[in-house]
């Protein structure tokens, strides 16, 4: 009954096919396949919290099963590759001076009113990434706040990648009600732009504030922000903030040919826009 639901999913025939879904479940509650292939119903319509619930349930039937496993895990990398925002951009733990940039962060925050949402955003990375995920989320409610009170036309616009990583932290602290919720509302905004995929637009906005994210991480993203940055001003060429960004990618690589060590040092030289940390990390403070 449920690959017959997944064939009828082919042929864009929902309804018909989810009640033949509800039907199983109803059925057969506590088989471990029907659960597995529900959940895979679930996970193609975009509702990723009900197919990891089908999926932890079979799992209480069948905790051995790697299977299983192997299938939340699956489902999880679909959730975190739908999504552009901090935690999906590349730099990990390990090339991060935490306290450092947290640091920075915050005395940004307090001197650079401009930026303020962005820095939020990217305290809220970092906090995740320390385990203070409750403080990141508040981290992230500022962010919200500070774009709706200062960016209302733009709003859909600059609150993509904000919305992508409240969705990221209330999936990973297992709060998969409040993760769909932020997903539903990607999906709302994305529908205004024609080339987006469902949970993201790769716009202006995007491109850049993942190019700004990159700046500040280790050499080894360089040629990814410059395509960031150079994206960004295809659509926005007269950004101003894009274009400095873009320059100073373009001097590191140039000048240092993209060696770690050496652009350290260039970052260092940087002063109206990098602050660096003891690791390969820099803070744009502008």
């Known amino acids: 009954m449920v690959q017959l639901a997944l064939k009828l999913q082919v042929f864009n025939q929902y309804e018909e096919a989810d009640t033949l879904v509800k039907q199983a479940l109803e059925k057969s509650p506590g088989l471990p396949y029907v659960l597995r292939y529900a959940a895979k119903f679930y996970r193609k319509a975009g509702d990723i919290e009900k197919a990891l619930k089908l999926l932890d349930k079979a799992l209480q039937k069948s905790p051995d099963s790697a299977f299983l496993y192997h299938q939340k895990v699956t489902k999880g990398r679909y959730f975190n590759d739908q999504l552009q925002c901090h935690f999906t951009w590349g730099p990990q733990k390990e090339n991060i001076d935490l306290d450092d940039m947290k640091q920075r962060l915050e005395d940004s925050i307090q001197t650079n009113v401009k930026y303020q949402a962005r820095y939020y955003n990217h305290l ?149 826009h990098g602050a660096v940390s003891s690791k390969t990390t820099t803070i744009q403070s502008k």
């Open 124 to 272: 809220a990375f970092v906090n995740c990434l320390q385990g203070n995920c409750e403080e990141a989320i508040q981290n992230l409610k500022e962010a919200k706040k500070i774009l709706r009170e200062n960016h209302e036309e733009e709003f859909d616009k600059r609150i993509i990648i904000t919305y992508g990583n409240c969705a990221w932290v209330y999936y990973h602290m297992g709060q998969l009600t409040e993760a769909q919720s932020y997903l539903d509302k990607l999906e709302t905004i994305c529908k205004q732009f024609p080339d987006a995929s469902r949970y993201t637009a790769m716009i202006p906005e995007v491109y850049g504030g993942k190019g700004c994210s990159l700046l500040k991480s280790a050499a080894q993203y360089y040629e990814d922000e410059k395509e960031c940055f150079k994206k960004a001003l295809e659509k926005d060429p007269d950004n101003v903030e894009w274009n400095v960004g873009y320059a100073i990618v373009l001097s590191r690589l140039k000048t240092f040919s993209g060696t770690p060590e050496k652009c350290e040092a260039n970052q260092s030289d940087h002063g109206s």
